[in-house]
């Protein structure tokens, strides 16, 4: 297994309290693998990957517990040193806005450049050979002229193409893309999706890919990760999750999709809005929301129960007593 998240918590001090961001997070990722995390705004989704990035800013945030395990080493143990030594090297990261994560007044190629630098140990010379290289791999046309633009002269699609190069410069292991199409059009979209999957083949790349967009899931994953709240609660094969969803979180995330071929009159909605993190319900955080509530749903927190193909945190499946 290359990744193995267990039981992370992240908490934040705010003014008001403590929020739980993370709250007791369990998934993995296989070398290879395609792992989707979905979920509204605030349901947790950026906060895990910057905890397995190590980019919590402390103060006000913190990774209070758990284990972050990638090749069997707990990455929280490790100094700042050696996660720098990992960050952009065995894993990269894509961020949402390529236009705020790249520097403006660095060309492209001086970008590129300092991973290899800094990681390969290569010459500036070679450095930006290498860049040239990773501009063409991506799509960019002209790389050998694009390696001196900064990056106001590119389109939001090339600035996305540049952050994929330099996530990809040093071949990580694990590639984590947060939401890397959001700012994108459709047709765009489509190509940065289609680049990365032929990149994941080329590089054998393990990608986890953060979304709150079921069609891009549905293209690409291979696993998926429902968070609601700071905590997952379903995990599944991308097929079965789309053919038969369990949670009610999930169903309503699914059925809020427009499909052409329904008659509706209005497009479907779940109910309700997100729980305040500072005034968390006692029971299940979606509970005030979901259509199915019992009375336990209010009381208590349900497990993470194993389901057949796929874990689902419910109480609807454990009081039928199915495994």
């Not at 038969?244 to 699914?254: A, D, F, R, S, V």
Request: proline share 6%; aromatic share 4%.
């Amino acid at each position: 297994m290359l990744l193995e998240v267990k039981n992370l918590k992240t908490q934040f001090k705010v003014k008001g309290g403590l929020v739980n961001a993370v709250d007791g997070v369990d998934f993995d990722i296989e070398k290879g693998e395609v792992v989707a995390i979905v979920g509204e705004s605030g349901s947790g989704k950026s906060v895990t990957s910057l905890s397995i990035m190590g980019l919590i800013p402390d103060p006000p945030g913190k990774v209070i517990d758990g284990e972050i395990l990638f090749n069997g080493e707990d990455l929280l143990k490790k100094s700042k040193k050696e996660i720098q030594q990992l960050r952009g090297n065995k894993i990269s990261m894509i961020f949402q806005e390529p236009m705020t994560c790249l520097n403006p007044v660095y060309t492209i190629g001086k970008q590129i450049s300092e991973a290899l630098i800094k990681h390969k140990n290569m010459n500036k010379k070679d450095a930006q050979k290498e860049a040239v290289k990773m501009l063409e791999l991506v799509g960019i046309p002209s790389p050998e002229k694009r390696i001196d633009d900064f990056p106001h002269q590119l389109s939001g699609g090339m600035r996305q193409r540049v952050m994929i190069a330099m996530a990809l410069a040093c071949n990580p292991e694990l590639l984590i893309a947060d939401e890397p199409t959001t700012a994108l059009d459709v047709t765009i979209q489509a190509q940065i999706l289609d680049l990365m999957l032929k990149l994941k083949e080329k590089f054998n790349t393990s990608i986890m890919l953060i979304t709150h967009d079921l069609g891009v899931v549905a293209e690409v994953a291979d696993r998926v990760v429902v968070m609601y709240c700071g905590k997952v609660v379903e995990k599944a094969p991308v097929n079965k999750l789309f053919e038969n969803p369990m949670h009610p979180y999930t169903i309503g995330l699914l059925n809020s999709i427009p499909k052409i071929d329904e008659d509706r009159d209005r497009l479907f909605m779940i109910p309700g809005t997100v729980p305040n993190p500072l005034e968390m319900p006692e029971g299940c955080a979606f509970s005030d929301r979901c259509h199915k509530c019992m009375a336990i749903c209010k009381e208590s927190m349900p497990p993470l129960l194993q389901h057949k193909d796929r874990q689902v945190r419910c109480f609807l499946y454990e009081q039928k007593g199915e495994d």
